[in-house]
Structures are given as structure tokens and as C-alpha cells.
């Protein structure tokens, strides 16, 4: 994400004094948040709201709040007059709440994919330290059943698997074709970010990541230069929930041989021109052919690496039309720790495409699959991917 103009002010911003009153402190809040939208936000008409008369029709309702709860509703009120997704307002624990979740896990991730045989989930991530990696359950192998049921195996060990403490009894089908029952228990644990590829029969990479980051973006580069062979690469972003546009910069530098015009973002309809000049630095710069898979669930940096591939016709974008929300919006403190989330950039395509509500252009529009034992949108891929894979045996 891309810090706010002149974002460093609030650094100074500082918590009430622990003795200070209840309604002064209630407006201390809602007047700091009022003041940064004020200055920060990106559309300076407010998308069409006078801001001002806002300002005193939820200001008695903040006053008056009894906690800090009742203050966060009426300053979410008044934000949500922008009629804006992204910006909004948390108290310090709903924060935590969102952004360090606690749960159980088994400590890895299972998928339906047309490759595997009977509809069988394949484990595509194990995670290090976690109950089903101690166990030496590795990727690639092929879950069958927990507790005895097959069906919705992902919809299992999201929900009825997440006690901690309880123990799962799993059957597994190796790599090897062995069978195996394993009991698993359910920990908590800091679930890692999604990270995998596979090469299949054809010789097409299907990489997929949830987000755009230095780590992730460097993962991508490993897996570039371990598979520069490959026929064919499928970038799934159907999960991709975005991050920062640095990251995203350098991620096109894989599948491009040269920097390209990433399109530009605006604070209050100045261009803000470096985002043209983000470095792309010199990676494995893959050359073959590209398909990129997008979903609803595909959002901000994803939309825009997508749709950047789309406009410069380096391969095409598969799926269903993605969440449309590519406003640059960021965190940042207000007093006594709660957080405020504000939209500060908007962004057009190099082709000049408005994402925000609007979302990718589709080269094919597949719906998501219903069935465990089929993903349309990779066999849509493949399909796309043919004619190429013929010329290169």
C-alpha cells in the first residue's frame, strides 16, 4: 500500500490521557477522523457529499457514545455517506481481530481440481511446524476423509475442525499410492500466507499466491527460474487479495521483458506520475504464453496486474468479473488505538479503464466450478493454452 499524503503528521497523533472525559475524548476520535478525510481523501468532492454539513449530523451521536463501540458506529455513519467500500473505522480490538485472526488448524490446505482422480482433495500446502507436517503428511498427496466424511472436506476443516485441541482422524492417499490414517490434532498457529505451483502433464505452470509482497514476489521469482522451461504459465489470482504496488511492479518484471505502463493514480484529480516509474526490476522475465485467473475474490494490486497483462496483450484473463476495489486506501492510528481506513489514490489502466466498482476486462468470462473434482477455470486455461502447447512439442 502506498502511504497517504502527508501520512507522517498523525505519527504524532497521541492516546487521551486515561483520566480524560468521556464525551471530549468521544470527539477527540470523530474529530480526527472527520479532519483526515478532510485533507486525505481522495476525491476532493467527497464523492458528491458535503462534508461539512456532515460533520454535525453525527457529531451529537459521537459525543454522546457510552463506549467505544457506540463511537465507531456513529463514525462509520458518517464514512459511510461517502458510499465508499474501502474507508472505515475499528476499534483497536476489532482490528485485531481482523487482521491477527485466531483459530485451529490441521496446518494445511486442500483443493478440488480436475487433476485429481475421483474428486479427491490434494493437499497443495503443508505447513512447517504445524500438526499434519509433523505427522509427514507432505504436499501432494490426496486427502480422502476426516472422521469418516468425504464430502465437502474444505467446508470440514474450515469450520467443525477449528477446536483446539480436538483430534481429527484423517485418510490419505500418498504420492506413492499408499493409504494412510493419521490422527491430527487441531492447534492454533499462524496460519502462512497461500503460497503454491504445479507443473501438470502438459507442461504448464500453475502458480497461485494471495497477495502481493516482497516475500511473495520473491517466491514468484524462485518458481520463475526453477520452471523457465515450462510451456505455459498460469498465474491463478482467484484468491489474490492484493498488497502493495512495489511488489506488484516487480512481479510484471517476470513475465515482461521490458518495464511497462502500469497506468496511473490521482489524488483529487492530480496525477500522482512516479506510479508510472515504480522500478521493475530485472527478474526471470518468463516469454512463453501467460493466462492469468481472476474471480470475485481478486482484488486491488491483483486487479491491476491482471488487467495490466490484459491492456499490454501479454496473455489473457480468465474467470469471473473481480471485486472492483483497486482504490489505494490505508491504515493509519487514531487516538486511543483504534484505526482508520481511508481511501487516498484512485487508479486507471494504461488503456485508461476505471477499475473501482467496475473490475477487470475478461477475455473469457468461466464461472467458478461447484464441484470438487472440477475447476473450470483452469480447464478454461488450458483450453485457451492448446494451440501453443502443440507448437512447442
Known sequence: MIPPPRAAWNLVASAPAPNQERTAYNLSVYDNVWDWVDRCYYDATFNGVDWNAAKERHRAAAGSARNDDEL????????????????SAMTAPKFTQAFHPAGGTLGMRVEGLATAPDGRWRVFQVFKKGPAYRAGVREGWYLLTCNGQSQSLREFLQTKASTVGQVVRCEFLTDKDEFRTIDLTVVQMPIPFLRAAQMLPEGVLVVRFDRFDLPSVRWFHEQMVKHRDAKALVIDLRRNRGGHVFAEASALSEVFPKPVDMGKITFRNEEAFWHRCLPQFGGARYQGPIVVLVSRGTMSAA??????????HRGFVVGEKTAGTVLTAVFWPLPGNGKLYISVYDYHSPNGRRLEGNGVELDKIVASSSTANEDAGLQAALEILRPALQVAR
Open 72 to 87: 465507531y458506529t456513529a463514525i462509520n455513519r458518517l464514512l459511510g455517506e461517502l458510499k465508499d467500500r474501502h474507508t
Open 303 to 312: 486487479e491491476i496486474f491482471a488487467q495490466v497483462v490484459h491492456d499490454h
